[in-house]
């Protein structure tokens, strides 16, 4: 007995076909936050100063590319070069700063599969010398997905009944965050 085919869904409108793992990897290489995180690993501490005082941790979205960002952080405000093995190194013993377990040092397994990480952050950059444009476009990034998690979060607490107080307290929080965000943007490249 031959099983027949799925029919396919009705649809007025072509329905385009999922990328394949080709080119979601290079997406995700190519990504602004991946550029930025490698390209931090080829700058020195000293170039990479101003690039980190523009984009705050919460901006990285990714786990790992933020974990890599704590540390670089930690390394460039030590006046240590973030270079890819110092980076590794100290996160032998500086695990990130939402793990689970914050006292607990970094398993093998986990430093092993972060040193994957950083390899392909580091070799995959494509221009090192853009970080400030990458920095523009994480932040970005970051006000998009601010301006939408507030909106999902307004929601619910209308939904909810949030007493009036409770949701002009949200607004004001909400807009100088949004501000901030703004602000480090346009700093990011030089306009006001």
Do not use: C
């Not at 085919?5 to 290079?26: G, Y």
């Not at 580091?122 to 997905?145: C, G």
């Amino acid at each position: 007995m031959t099983a027949e085919p799925k029919p396919r869904p009705l649809s007025l409108v072509a329905q385009d076909p999922e990328p394949d793992w080709r080119a979601t990897s290079v997406l995700r290489q190519w990504d602004p936050e991946a550029q930025l995180v490698g390209a931090l690993m080829h700058l020195p501490a000293a170039t990479a100063v101003p690039i980190l005082e523009l984009v705050p941790d919460t901006a990285i979205w990714r786990p790992d590319n933020r974990w890599a960002y704590e540390i670089i952080r930690h390394l460039v405000d030590s006046d240590v070069d973030p270079d890819p093995v110092v980076v590794l190194h100290t996160a032998g013993y500086r695990p990130p700063a939402d793990a689970a377990h914050p006292g607990e040092p970094v398993s093998a397994g986990r430093l092993h599969g972060f040193a994957v990480h950083l390899a392909e952050l580091y070799t995959r950059t494509v221009t090192p010398t853009a970080a400030t444009q990458y920095a523009r476009e994480v932040l970005d990034d970051a006000y998009r997905r601010a301006v939408g998690f507030h909106g999902i979060r307004l929601t619910q607490l209308a939904e909810t009944g949030a007493p009036r107080d409770e949701l002009t307290d949200y607004l004001t929080a909400m807009r100088s965050e949004l501000a901030d965000l703004w602000r480090r943007a346009d700093a990011a490249t030089g306009s006001r």
